[in-house]
Every structure is written in structure tokens, then in C-alpha cells.
């Protein structure tokens, strides 16, 4: 594996040739010098607030059947979230699901500057680096993010275990959604449990709307990708389930 | 004037704190090392296929006059159109107009890719820093390129004087239109002599639509803005129509 360690981004398998170029913005629950732990207890930290639990483990295992390079980041998204901009509240959150976040409650406009200059610029400036260099080279990549959700929020259980979301361009995520019925028994569905409208799509608006670039959003039930088996176990399930979408989509004499 | 000078771009009145941030992708036809001339003729490195006359010294005038940075290109847009994504064959042309581009003829992917890393990924990169930065500071800055057309283009000539062009949102576009026809003689019109279909808004649709920032492209012809007299009487004439049309836009009980 080659990566390269630049601080706020971790690229793995920078180098690979496949089609796709898979993103976890939310891959780990660390907390890093100099942001320190927020004031949040152990607990908060490994709670699904924190991170997507078993999203790098599942993006990896794509990342490798695909021959693709995985884009992560390596702080926690309590500290920022990389798929927000920084003017979202949500970029660093105050308060997420029930959990208040003491070590963002009173940020002044110089700390979020500090943030949004030490983490979500340069992530953002190397998935686009990425994508550029690809795009020189006349390749077309496929941007594809991979999110875990919390089976139980705010006290509600949900039922979907696979949602599929789509930026402007649906037509990916309509493949996905017709070829993850087809091959897997997940309960998949498209826009669930969030959608573009929960700002949830800002990698994808940044990176593959205005290029053009076919993406999706991957939101697995977190308790699905519980370790590291079973995140294997859906990599296997999935890698398959996005190449036939990307052939679908292919087909001659289709519009896409 | 505090400028960053730094290779592919320069920020002129970076620290400017207006509402308004200004770009000119095709500001200058300068033809540095290691690009060369391209095998142009003198005759074409000064002609409108190699920068737009007149656009950088109206895109000052008006960033002096709105107290806004100004993000510009340092090379020929025939070297590498900076309002173009690296998939575009626009990017580095082999044609433009009734020219031959001797020097983009034969480009192989790896001279194409190192274009792209020199000069696209950072003139974005810095703009993308510049505007995050302000986001960070709880500002939201309007987003505002310059451009100039030829009065004669494949041999007919264009009535056309102020082009007014819009992206995704087309709110402050329709805004600027209604403040030019109201505040100025000048025949101008929506989306002409070029629109988003032409691939002439990349810049607009990488940075302001989907941060949801307001934005618009100004297209001059350049007979209007052809010496340095001409384009600080049009910057005099401009900047009080681009106040006019963010206060509209600005009025409480509108929808914007």
C-alpha cells in the first residue's frame, strides 16, 4: 500500500488504475494534538458521532477490489467534518444528535479559520489534485464516498440498510440502486436516510458536479460493517454491485 | 497594492475586505518559461485568442473600487485556459478561432498533466483558499470573473456590449442586467455572447455554486475597455451596478 501521510489526508493506493476513486471523510475517531479530545468522554469518542464507524473498513475493501484510490481523513469529524464547507454549522458542530461537543461551543471566527486552513483545504486540495491529474491524463473517474449510519436515532431504529445518494446527477445512484436490488438482499434505498437536501453531498457538489464526473454516495447501517470481517463480507457484496451499475451505465446507445 | 506573487497566479489586494471577489482568468497574453510561445506568431500572442484585452485593467478598476481582492492568471490562456477543467479540449487548444495553436498540435498526456499541475490546480487551489478563508470568517463573498469578447468573431461582428452570464443561480446575473439597463447606455444582455452551455462558467461552477455562494460572469467587448481610460471609465460605470444589484438582491422580504 502506498500512502502518503500529509497531515489532514491520508491517500491510499494513490497510484491505482481502476475506474473508480472511492472518499471517507469521516473514516476515524481520532483526536489529534494540537485539537485534543474536545472535552468529550471516551465514550462520546467512539460513539457514531465521532466518526462512521466501519466506513474506512468497507471503503478499503472496495478500494482494493476496485484497484482504486481511497481518499480518508485522520482526525475525527467532530473536529471538522470534511464534508461540510466551512460555513456550516455542521463543519464544527456544537451539538450532534444528543451529544453536546464542549471544545466547539464557543469557537471564535480565528479557531474555525485555523481549522478549515489545517483540515478541510488541504483534504479537499488533494482529492481535487487526484481527480485533476486523472482528468490531464484523459481518465474519467467515478468519485464514490462511503458513510456509515447509526442503526438507532434520536430513539428511532431504522430500516434501511443501504442508502444511495446522488448529487445533482442521479444516474449512478439509480444504477446502484437497481443493481443492489438485484445482486444483494439488503433493504436499499435511494436518498435514505439522508439526502443532498442534508448537505450530506458536499464532497460530491465540490468535486464531481462541476467536472462532470459520475458519483455516489454510499451510506451502509453501521451495525452491518461492525468489524472487520463483516466489512469484508460487504466489500465483496458491493464491488460487484458498483461495477455492474457502471456497466449499465455504459451500454451503448443508453443516455446517461 | 499587496500582491502574492506565486507563479501561476497572483492575489493583488488579498486582504481587501469587500463583499465582492474578483477573478480574471484571462488577464494577460504573456508567454513565460517553460511554455514558450507556442509557435505563435507575434501577431496572435497579442490578438483576443491569447487573453482578453482590456479585462485585468477593468477587473482592477473595479476591485479598487469595491475594496475586493482580485484573483488573475500570469500566462496566456492558450498555454492553459484557466476557465477550463483539464478534460476540456479548450484547456489547451489546438485551434482557437481561425488560429492554429502550433504548440498545443501534439501535446501527449504528460505534457498535458504538467500544465495542469503548474498552472490550473493552483490559481484554484488559491482561490479556493481565499474564499474558504472568508467562509471561515463567518463572510460571504460574491464571486465576480471578468472577461472580454472580440468585437468580430468568425467574421461577423457583435452588437452585443456587456454580456451578463450566470451559472446554476442566476439571481444576481438578473439582477446586475436590470441595474446596467436602468444605470447605464449600454446594450446588455443575459447569457450573450456566451452562456454555461459554452463551458464558460467552470470557475463559477468550482467555487461559488456549490458553496451557494452569489456570483456572475461580466463579459465586456473589448473595443469598449481598449486602453486604460477606457476601462477605469467602464469600472466607474460598473461598480455603482454591481452595489445596485446585491442591494436588490439584499432587500429584505425578497426570495433569493
Known amino acids: ?15 491505482a488504475q481502476g475506474p473508480f476513486v472511492f472518499v471517507c471523510e469521516h473514516a476515524v475517531n481520532a483526536f489529534p494534538a494540537p485539537w485534543g479530545d ?24 472496495l478500494a ?7 481518499v480518508r481523513a485522520t482526525t475525527s469529524r467532530l473536529i471538522y467534518d ?12 456544537a451539538r450532534s444528535e444528543i451529544f453536546d461537543i464542549p471544545g466547539n461551543a464557543a469557537l471564535d ?7 478549515t486552513q489545517a483540515l478541510y483545504l488541504p483534504f479537499h486540495a488533494q482529492l481535487r489534485t487526484l481527480l485533476a491529474e486523472k482528468l490531464a491524463l484523459g481518465q474519467r473517474p467515478i468519485l464514490v464516498t462511503v458513510h456509515s449510519f447509526t442503526p438507532v436515532y434520536h430513539g428511532r431504529p431504522r430500516a434501511v440498510e443501504l442508502g444511495i445518494i446522488h448529487d445533482a446527477d442521479p444516474s449512478l445512484a439509480c444504477a446502484v440502486l437497481e443493481e443492489a436490488r438485484a445482486q444483494t438482499p439488503l433493504d436499499a434505498r435511494l436518498n435514505d436516510p439522508y439526502s443532498a437536501a ?23 447501517r453501521n451495525d452491518l460493517i461492525a468489524d472487520a470481517l463483516a466489512q469484508a463480507a460487504m466489500a465483496a457484496r458491493l ?14 446507445l443508453e443516455v446517461v
Request: proline share 10%; glycine share 6%.
Open 239 to 252: 464491488a460487484p454491485v458498483l461495477l455492474a451499475a457502471l456497466a449499465r451505465l455504459d451500454k451503448p
Open 82 to 93: 470534511l464534508n461540510r464547507p466551512p460555513q456550516s454549522p455542521g463543519a464544527m458542530p
Open 198 to 220: 442534508d448537505e450530506v453531498t458536499h464532497t460530491l457538489a465540490l468535486h464531481a458536479t462541476p467536472m462532470g464526473l459520475r458519483n455516489v454516495m454510499l451510506e451502509l
Open 109 to 115: 471566527p480565528a479557531q474555525r479559520l485555523t481549522r
Open 64 to 70: 482494493e477490489r476496485l484497484d482504486a484510490p481511497l
Open 1 to 15: 500500500m502506498e500512502d502518503q501521510l500529509q497531515g489532514a489526508v491520508v491517500i491510499e493506493r494513490r497510484a
Open 38 to 61: 474536545l472535552g468529550l468522554s471516551s465514550e462520546v469518542q467512539s460513539a457514531h458521532v465521532a466518526w462512521d464507524p466501519g466506513a474506512l473498513g468497507l471503503a478499503r475493501g
